[in-house]
């Protein structure tokens, strides 16, 4: 009797015994897995702050304030249907033209007695510029100026002995012409009655090429324009001008100043409100002032221009902040 009870004394410390270790085992495993989860979180929680997603990195959108008088304004454009028109750069002269110089000389041979005129000097039709003496006759004869213009040349001075030849060239104002070079890579490009836009200290004069005209010792052609009377360009004057070689409505276009690149798309900035969104685009054809949008945007939407990079420049940093 006294061996039983001793023997279910011991299976009893022994059931105690192996149900105690099952539940530190069980405490100790469950302590470490959610230490792991915790960690795992940590880390995950951590990932995230520092996550920037692509498709949201540059959609927030760039509040103005209502005052904005410490910076430069904003100004904005409706999209919509645009003439784009391509140019050729090329440069030329100022020059006289053929029908404004006239060659004055004697009809018979004499001296110079004496010269009126000088170099620069502005004549007047029928004004004197210079007496000379004949050899058959020893009779003094008049050289008068057949046209107003200005005196360009002159080559003989008083007692030198003259013949036909000439003496004087004098150079009427009007018309002037630009004398613009057409070399070979731009000559299938450029034909008569096309514009041409010619920059001038107070705007830009509008004309047509005139003529085109070939030069047999040089290795480009000539486009000839008339320039206006009263304009501020001068004789001899070296000009770059802008020949126009096409022109087409496009249906949608854009500002080329508005147009900016962020991470690599390309886009303009709409307005909505006080608020602006960088919104990209698909562009087509292009000229120095306007870009074709093929896709992106619509007619009618008020996009940023003059001064649009203010807004690129907070985006930048907005974004460099949240990196941060």
């Known amino acids: 009797m006294y061996q039983r009870s001793r023997a279910l004394t011991q299976t009893i410390r022994s059931a105690i015994f192996v149900a105690v270790t099952a539940f530190c085992t069980i405490a100790s495993v469950a302590n470490v897995s959610a230490s792991e989860e915790q960690h795992a979180a940590h880390e995950h929680e951590h990932d995230h702050e520092h996550e920037h997603p692509e498709d949201t990195e540059h959609s927030g959108a760039i509040e103005l304030p209502d005052n904005q008088a410490d910076m430069p304004q904003i100004t904005t454009a409706i999209a919509g249907a645009a003439e784009l028109k391509t140019h050729i750069s090329t440069f030329g002269t100022v020059r006289f033209g053929a029908e404004q110089l006239f060659h004055i000389a004697p009809r018979f041979d004499g001296v110079i007695t004496q010269v009126q005129v000088a170099v620069g000097d502005y004549v007047n039709k029928g004004d004197l510029l210079a007496t000379l003496e004949s050899n058959d006759s020893l009779r003094a004869y008049p050289l008068r100026a057949p046209a107003e213009g200005k005196v360009i040349e002159q080559l003989a001075n008083s007692g030198d002995l003259i013949n036909s030849d000439t003496v004087f060239v004098v150079a009427a104002p009007q018309p002037q012409w630009l ?15 096309q514009l041409v836009l010619i920059p001038t200290g107070e705007g830009v004069i509008s004309r047509q ?56 798309q390309t886009g303009v900035y709409v307005r909505e409100g006080n608020a602006y969104h960088f919104t990209p685009l698909s562009l087509g054809r292009e000229n120095s002032a306007l870009f074709e949008v093929v896709a992106g945007l619509e007619v009618g939407a008020e996009y940023a221009t003059e001064n649009s990079y203010l807004l690129k420049a907070e985006q930048e940093k907005s974004s460099a902040e949240h990196s941060h």
Do not use: C, F, M
């Not at 004398?179 to 009655?193: G, H, N, V």
């Open 209 to 264: 090429i005139e003529h085109i005209i070939p030069q047999p010792d040089a290795p480009y052609r000539i486009a000839r324009i008339k320039l206006p009377a009263g304009n501020t360009l001068t004789t001899g004057q070296w000009v770059e001008a802008q020949i126009e070689t096409s022109s087409r409505t496009l249906p949608l276009a854009v500002e080329k100043s508005a147009v900016h690149t962020i991470d690599g």
């Open 179 to 193: 004398e613009l070079r057409i070399y070979p890579a731009q000559a299938r490009q450029i034909k008569e009655k």
